[in-house]
């Protein structure tokens, strides 16, 4: 798989963490720049630790499947995190906007935490598709930092206006990409 898809996969991921602190960003009083970027160093972090255990996973498990098999693990992971992104986008119809007094950087954590859980899979589903680890980490760490870094000056000014179009956009991209991988590296190989 090459960079550009790499990256596409990541960008649709990681729009899952820009809903999230959109949203958050809508709600926060006070959102300066150094708050900023201390929430996006916590979710970039979180994330490469994550991409760090998916690729640990993923030593274990390579070697006893065929490489077409691993390959269609990897794009049922990514399809199926794209269906989820997708459904969770569309049952979010309204979104109330009152103010979070008791955001912090623990409670960022938490959040991060939660999203990092799909970071993991998809390290596991890179690592079948032959991407270095070090590609998945600056990839996750660059696309997170930059996604959840503009989630959190979107939702600061604009509010929680995008929410339900941004989830779905990264859930399609997903799926296509997802399905365009299966076709070709594995139905046209």
């Given at each position: 798989?090459?960079?550009?898809q790499a990256l596409l996969i990541?960008?649709?991921?990681?729009?899952?963490?820009?809903?999230?602190?959109?949203?958050?960003?809508?709600?926060?009083?006070?959102?300066?720049?150094?708050?900023?970027?201390?929430?996006?160093?916590?979710?970039?972090?979180?994330?490469?630790?994550?991409?760090?255990?998916?690729?640990?996973?993923?030593?274990?498990?390579?070697?006893?499947?065929?490489?077409?098999?691993?390959?269609?693990?990897?794009?049922?992971?990514?399809?199926?995190?794209?269906?989820?992104?997708?459904?969770?986008?569309?049952?979010?119809?309204?979104?109330?906007?009152?103010?979070?007094?008791?955001?912090?950087?623990?409670?960022?954590?938490?959040?991060?935490?939660?999203?990092?859980?799909?970071?993991?899979?998809?390290?596991?589903?890179?690592?079948?598709?032959?991407?270095?680890?070090?590609?998945?980490?600056?990839?996750?760490?660059?696309?997170?930092?930059?996604?959840?870094?503009?989630?959190l000056r979107v939702g600061y000014?604009?509010?929680?206006?995008?929410?339900?179009?941004?989830?779905?956009?990264?859930?399609?991209?997903?799926?296509?990409?997802?399905?365009y991988l299966y076709v070709v590296?594995?139905?046209?190989?």
């Open positions: 798989m090459g960079l550009f990541i960008i649709g991921l990681s729009l899952d963490s820009f809903v999230l602190m959109m949203n958050k960003g809508a709600v926060v009083r006070n959102l300066t720049i150094r708050k900023s970027l201390i929430y996006t160093l916590i979710f970039s972090i979180t994330d490469v630790v994550a991409v760090c255990i998916g690729y640990g996973i993923s030593y274990f498990l390579k070697g006893i499947m065929s490489d077409s098999f691993e390959v269609s693990i990897a794009c049922l992971i990514i399809l199926s995190m794209g269906i989820f992104l997708i459904t969770s986008a569309y049952k979010k119809t309204n979104i109330v906007e009152r103010l979070d007094k008791d955001f912090n950087e623990k409670n960022c954590f938490r959040l991060a935490l939660g999203t990092s859980i799909d970071t993991l899979f998809l390290s596991v589903g890179f690592s079948f598709l032959g991407i270095s680890l070090a590609r998945g980490v600056y990839l996750t760490f660059i696309v997170t930092f930059i996604s959840v870094l503009a989630a000014t604009e509010g929680s206006v995008y929410t339900r179009a941004v989830g779905m956009s990264g859930g399609a991209l997903m799926i296509i990409l997802s399905l590296k594995v139905m046209l190989k």
